[in-house]
């Protein structure tokens, strides 16, 4: 079965600091990988996500990912820290040969101070 | 109107009432979701349609009842709640309940007093 780990739920970072933001996953084959963000009282919308190819992945508002297959890792980073990008942010993972729906980590929540 | 929309965003019922939540798709996908997200916990998958066929019930009480006529358009019908119920119900989309990118709505704030 896969699931998928958020380290830290809170993780707080000054305005224009580096954003890291952690998440290792479990699988028995390669899977789809997604971050997404979410806004006080809003819905979540995808940041970026990895399915085949490249490793590091571009998303929206600057942010980047890196998978890492021999560290199962999906970790979330921003170069410089806005203080509009305080969300909660949640990592997902989905199995594209068994085709299950995604499976998402109990989320972090991103504060940033000026 | 684009993407995933939900109505109403806010909702504040009693134990007694009779409400339903309103989720519309226009992305042309063909699977759609009913999520919970209750505060300081994981977001919860309540239910999976697919091609208007429900495929997946996590073990959801019977208090909620969805509803799928069409690709577009699902319900979730609300009755005799608790107050634990209270929370954020998001309503997601996808091209296939495989593996997909799910898009969101923005959700409904539901209060059970």
């Known amino acids: 079965a896969q699931s998928v780990t958020q380290l830290g739920s809170h993780v707080s970072v000054s305005e224009g600091a580096l954003v890291l933001l952690r998440c290792n996953y479990s699988s028995s084959v390669p899977p789809y990988l997604f971050w997404y963000v979410q806004y006080p009282n809003q819905g979540l919308q995808l940041l970026l996500k990895y399915t085949t190819g490249a490793t590091l992945v571009k998303g929206i508002n600057g942010f980047e990912a890196e998978f890492k297959k021999s560290e199962t890792s999906f970790h979330l980073t921003k170069p410089s820290a806005h203080m509009s990008d305080a969300a909660e942010y949640f990592c997902?993972?989905?199995?594209?040969?068994?085709?299950?729906?995604?499976?998402f980590g109990k989320g972090t929540t991103l504060s940033v101070s000026s | 109107e684009t993407g995933v929309t939900q109505t109403p965003r806010h909702l504040v019922m009693g134990m007694t009432n009779k409400k339903s939540l309103k989720c519309e798709q226009h992305?042309?996908?063909?699977?759609m979701y009913w999520y919970k997200q209750s505060a300081k916990k994981p977001l919860e998958l309540m239910f999976v349609y697919n091609f208007k066929e429900q495929t997946e019930n996590n073990s959801v009480p019977s208090r909620f009842s969805p509803e799928c006529p069409n690709s577009s358009h699902l319900f979730l019908h609300l009755h005799t709640l608790q107050p634990e119920d209270s929370a954020l119900y998001l309503c997601?989309?996808?091209?296939?309940?495989?593996?997909?990118?799910?898009?969101f709505g923005p959700g409904t704030r539901l209060t059970v007093l």
């Open positions: 997601a989309s996808s091209p296939l309940a495989r593996a997909d990118t799910q898009y």
């Open positions: 997902a993972v989905s199995d594209p040969q068994a085709g299950t729906a995604l499976i």
């Open positions: 992305l042309g996908h063909n699977a």
